[in-house]
């Protein structure tokens, strides 16, 4: 069964750092690439960022480019998103998913995670 786990969400104030995690089962990292979509209240789903599973090349959004890193590690299974300058503006759900290319659909999805960035 194909499994994605969102964690590492939470409270933090502006200018801090968030890791999240998506730990994936039921199927192996190697042949698929993951992304990150978040959503904010009231707002449309927006792709943070996306690894890709053929030579890891690495994609993100305007808004979050010189902050935020994606990164795999293939032999635990997971999928990190490393949030660094946190605003305010960042604070949505984030939800990982699994696609067979970077900006194509995504077939399965985590439940996603709260990030509130706040003072």
């Known amino acids: 069964q194909v499994q994605l786990v969102e964690s590492g969400g939470g409270l933090v104030q502006p200018g801090g750092s968030l890791r999240l995690s998506c730990a994936a089962s039921?199927?192996?990292?190697?042949?698929?690439?993951i992304g990150w979509i978040r959503q904010a209240p009231g707002k449309e789903r927006e792709g943070v960022s996306c690894?890709?599973?053929?030579?890891?090349?690495?994609y993100y959004a305007d808004s979050v480019k010189g902050r935020f890193t994606i990164s795999r590690d293939n032999a635990k299974n997971i999928v990190y998103l490393q949030m660094n300058s946190l605003k305010p503006e960042d604070t949505a759900v984030y939800y990982c998913?699994?696609?067979?290319?970077?900006?194509?659909?995504?077939?399965?999805w985590g439940q996603g995670t709260q990030v509130t960035v706040s003072s």
């Open positions: 998913a699994r696609g067979s290319s970077c900006g194509g659909d995504y077939d399965y």
């Open positions: 039921g199927f192996t990292l190697d042949y698929y690439d």
């Open positions: 690894i890709s599973s053929s030579d890891g090349s690495t």
